[in-house]
């Protein structure tokens, strides 16, 4: 796996792999890979014949007080895990890279209505951040097809929205949610956790499968279904920020007949801010 760290290089190597009738795949991350990421390089690996990911911590989507100094940076480590899964082509541009201009300037690309709500609202500015250095990277790199993980399920439905909406020639993909064996999604922000809180952490799932439980057993009072799960979670040590139930195929908020849902989780356990969902499909047999 050769490892390049310009947009010059980036374009040449992909360019070669097109000469020689290859697919391109691309998986962009913000590196510090746990298998949840390997899943989505073997993913794309399984539908093309060159597979480049992308290693930048993109300062445009993180706000004031988040975590972009301390998020963690593990090149070395990150290059193995990427090599195993898959990879042919590493692109870890620096800051001046993606930004040479500085980002003050930038061309920003929003996603409005999508990007509202759930983590856009306690996030501002979060998936401008997101759609603007995704739409930069696709232009980098050209791909066929990108895959993405279902964990971020908004921004999977914002990074969708802007691909139809801009008529980019990008498949995307969405990945399931790789989990630990006591339930807990795969995130890098996990690494945070003290081990108290990574024991507690597991609830978020467990109330998320225990909401889809009770739907799928005919409750319909969401509100109150919500508010039980929100004391429990609150009992079990974390601070909510959201919990909701919505369209699965849009985000709008559910009602009583809609059959295709998503549940979301953000909540915080100390600092550390941990996201989850669950999809429901009430016509598709468990
Ligand atoms: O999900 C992530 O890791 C990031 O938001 C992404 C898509 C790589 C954009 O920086």
């Known amino acids: 796996m050769n490892t390049v760290k310009t947009v010059r290089e980036l374009r040449a190597a992909v360019a070669r792999a097109r000469s020689e009738g290859k697919r391109i795949g691309f998986v962009p991350t913000m590196g510090n890979l746990h298998s949840g990421h390997a899943a989505l390089v073997a993913k794309a690996a399984q539908r093309v014949d060159f597979v480049v990911a992308s290693i930048f911590v993109n300062p445009l989507q993180f706000g004031a007080g988040e975590d ?27 800051v001046e890279e993606m930004y040479p201009d500085g980002m003050a300037g930038q061309t920003r690309v929003s996603v ?5 709500g759930l983590c856009g609202a306690s ?6 951040g997101v759609a603007t250095v995704v739409s930069k990277l696709f232009n980098m790199v050209q791909p066929d097809l990108a895959v993405f993980g279902q964990k ?9 929205a802007l691909v139809h909406d801009l008529n980019m020639p990008v498949q995307i993909i969405g990945e399931p949610t790789v989990r630990a064996a006591d339930g807990l999604a795969l995130s890098s922000r996990n690494g945070y956790l003290s081990e108290e809180q990574r024991a507690v952490a597991p609830v978020l799932y467990r ?15 969401y ?5 039980e799960h929100q004391q429990l979670l609150e009992a079990a040590g974390l601070r909510g920020d959201y919990l909701e139930i ?25 600092v550390t801010r941990l996201i989850d969902n669950l ?6 047999p468990a």
């Open 246 to 270: 919505r369209q699965a195929q849009n985000l709008r908020p559910a009602t009583a007949e809609d059959r295709d849902l998503v549940i979301l989780v953000a909540a915080y356990l100390g």
């Open 207 to 221: 109330s998320l499968s225990q909401i889809a439980q009770a739907i799928k057993g005919g409750e319909r009072d």
């Open 123 to 128: 996030r501002p500015g979060h998936f401008e």
């Open 68 to 94: 972009l100094d301390k998020y963690p940076r593990t090149l070395a480590a990150d290059q193995e895990k990427l090599l195993q899964a898959g990879c042919q082509l590493l692109f870890a541009p620096g």
């Open 152 to 160: 971020d399920y908004q921004q999977l439905a914002v990074i969708r």
């Open 223 to 227: 509100a109150k279904l919500l508010a």
């Open 279 to 284: 999809h429901l499909n009430l016509d598709t």
């Open 112 to 116: 409005p209505q999508l990007s509202e």
